[in-house]
């Protein structure tokens, strides 16, 4: 044997020593030093660029990636390298277009389907994402996490049937409990409606966090939050402190700040309390779901504002309780929520919000000692150019 290709040989065993070791660095040393005596090898090419990305300098990999894959086109995981860097840069069509290869290439492993499935999602792609989930089943018909995707791209076409089967299948192959019961009871109309599962609603607004305020003001005109404030403004009254329930990226602490004292913000999304965070209007931003911080907190407010939040919330019978007991005598308590379309008090909608009628929301008034001191019939915002209607209170 050629003594170039001997050492090739040598530093490249080496190299995979350390990377399935978990020695990223030493073993790029090593595939690096080994394509110096073997320069072109897809082997060593696809192996370098593997550890570069995995290393994190994509950069520098994507080059021995493309090489690699040009030099053997059914390099499994250089493709894959490929493909993630794409869904890294939000490329989604040249992403789908690997993940195509890919499933060529390995037509029983279901995963490179459900990547892109989700890949069409992000493009509004509803029934290529429902081909792509259907081609996952065809690998592997107990993958649950497919039957659960093929359900909810079901649930959005309004196949409300369709999709009940698919959750349903979705937990009798082992699929995530709490998440597709929430599913299931979003088309099916239970008699006990479950909470939100605090794992869904989190990474739901962090990775939507980056474009939420553009998406919501600009694409689903919202409106609710100027909406909601617009009568206690026009009242020009002035709080020492002010809770905001739910605050999101800021859109109601920008028109609280001129009229608080002190404003504090609550959310469930870490990356959405960054994006509040960058406003300077806040004196502290609060890391939790709503029940579970208003359970525990002892700080009173004059002000307490939820502006379209409660649709992630479902039952409030304990949010009221909690708010009643934070509220300082002749505080206001001023929310939204979505209306039911069924006729039922409280209602898990197929668009996974929930709707709480007028009559829920008097209720609970009655029952922790408030006062509906107004209310008023709006729209919060659109979906798909329809109006969605809600209800505006003022409670005290």
């Known amino acids: ?61 994507l080059p021995y990636l493309q090489a690699a894959t040009e030099a053997d086109p ?94 349903r299948k979705a937990l009798a192959c082992g699929g995530d409990a709490e998440l597709n019961h929430y599913y299931l009871a979003s088309v099916s109309g239970p008699e006990v409606i479950p909470p939100p599962p605090r794992a869904y609603v989190e990474t739901l607004f962090d990775d939507y966090a980056h474009s939420f305020q553009q998406h919501v003001v600009q694409n689903l005109r919202y409106r609710g939050h100027e909406l909601l404030l617009q009568p206690l403004l026009e009242k020009q009254l002035r709080f020492r402190r002010a809770l905001d329930l739910g605050c999101g990226t800021g859109l109601c602490g920008q028109l609280l700040r001129p009229v608080t004292e002190v404003l504090d913000g609550v959310d469930i999304s870490q990356a959405m309390l960054e994006q509040a965070g960058r406003t300077g209007i806040y004196r502290q931003l609060i890391h939790a779901d709503l029940p579970s911080y208003l359970a525990t907190a002892d700080e009173k407010a004059d002000l307490i504002v939820a502006a379209d939040v409660f649709i992630y919330v479902g039952e409030l019978a304990s949010v009221f309780q909690s708010v009643r007991r934070l509220l300082n005598p002749g505080g206001w308590f001023a929310f939204t929520v979505e209306l039911p379309t069924n006729g039922e008090d409280l209602q898990l909608q197929p668009s996974l919000r929930y709707a709480h009628s007028e009559t829920y929301i008097r209720q609970l008034a009655n029952a922790f000692g408030f006062e509906v001191s107004d209310r008023f019939a709006a729209p919060l915002r659109e979906d798909q150019g329809t109006p969605i209607q809600g209800m505006y209170f003022y409670l005290r």
């Open 1 to 61: 044997m050629d003594d170039s290709l001997q050492r090739a040989k040598h530093h490249f065993s080496l190299g995979i020593e350390h990377f399935e070791s978990g020695r990223l660095e030493q073993a790029r040393v090593e595939f690096e030093t080994a394509l110096q005596f073997a320069p072109g090898r897809p082997s060593l090419l696809g192996n370098l660029g593997i550890t570069l990305f995995q290393l994190g300098r994509r950069d520098e990999a």
């Open 74 to 167: 059914e390099h499994v995981e250089a493709w894959t390298c490929l493909a993630l860097d794409c869904e890294a840069k939000e490329a989604w069509q040249q992403a789908i277009k690997i993940f195509e290869r890919l499933c060529a290439l390995r037509p029983k492993q279901a995963s490179f389907a459900m990547r892109k499935g989700e890949c069409h999602l992000r493009l509004g792609q509803m029934q290529e994402a429902l081909h792509a989930f259907d081609s996952a089943l065809v690998a592997d018909l107990e993958h649950a996490d497919a039957w659960s995707a093929r359900g909810s791209v079901l649930r959005e076409l309004h196949k409300l049937e369709e999709a009940a089967h698919c959750f």
